[in-house]
């Protein structure tokens, strides 16, 4: 572990930055009022915008990139599909087993909670987050595989924007949204840890 985080030190420091930051924010305002202080109008285009993010990690999408993964390198490709999985069954087991009411339930009053065109509000399983969960495990699976500096932070700001979608389009609280990062990037680490894949020797002599 020690090792990929010397090989990306830039990715890790900035999600401690987000979990530590996030997690402050917290504790100083509390998960609900937190989720009103950050679920505000921005405008339609903001609205088709964060649409449009919340859905690249969709079944579909997170399908594509897993699939072209591996197409490039099975290796990396597989540790990114054991990753998704691994991850995607500790968020629906922990949504089961807490059943936690989403933001428009909670409150019990839809004024609350923007109506958004083409989004629909989910009424419960709201903890954790399945789309920061797979968009966290996929950014820094992306990560581990291009070990790029610059695409680093490229895909840590669109797992942190996929993170506030939830929020801005009224599906999750902020709590939701952190630990199903935490759990993504932990799944993620520790297959890039542990899963090793010994390369086929080709003896000549």
């Known amino acids: 572990m020690y090792k990929l985080y010397h090989q ?18 917290l504790l100083v305002f509390g998960n609900h009022h937190l989720f009103l202080m950050l679920h505000k109008d921005m405008g339609s285009i903001a609205d088709w915008c ?14 594509i990139v897993v699939l072209l993964l591996l197409i490039r390198n099975w290796r990396e490709g597989t540790k990114a599909l054991i990753a998704m999985v691994s991850s995607t069954i500790v968020t629906h087991v922990l949504k089961i087993w807490v ?31 399945g789309h920061s969960t797979a968009a966290f495990a996929l950014a ?4 581990f595989t291009f070990n790029d500096k610059r695409w680093s932070i490229f895909f840590f700001v ?10 801005y389009l ?4 902020p709590l939701d949204v952190w630990v199903g990062s935490m759990i993504g990037i932990l799944s993620a680490t520790l297959i890039w840890t542990f899963v090793v894949f010994k390369k086929k020797e080709i003896n000549l002599s």
């Open 8 to 25: 990306h030190k830039t990715y890790f420091q900035l999600l401690f930055c987000w979990i530590v930051t996030l997690g402050f924010a």
């Open 50 to 63: 964060f649409r449009w993010i919340t859905e690249l990690v969709s079944t579909t999408g997170s399908c």
């Open 99 to 129: 059943d936690a009411p989403r933001p428009w339930v909670y409150f019990n009053n839809e004024t609350v909670i923007r109506s958004i065109k083409e989004v629909t509000l989910l009424p419960n399983h709201s903890f954790p987050s």
């Open 140 to 143: 820094t699976a992306l990560v």
């Open 158 to 167: 669109m797992a942190v924007l996929v993170g506030y979608s939830r929020i």
């Open 170 to 173: 009224g599906q999750h609280f």
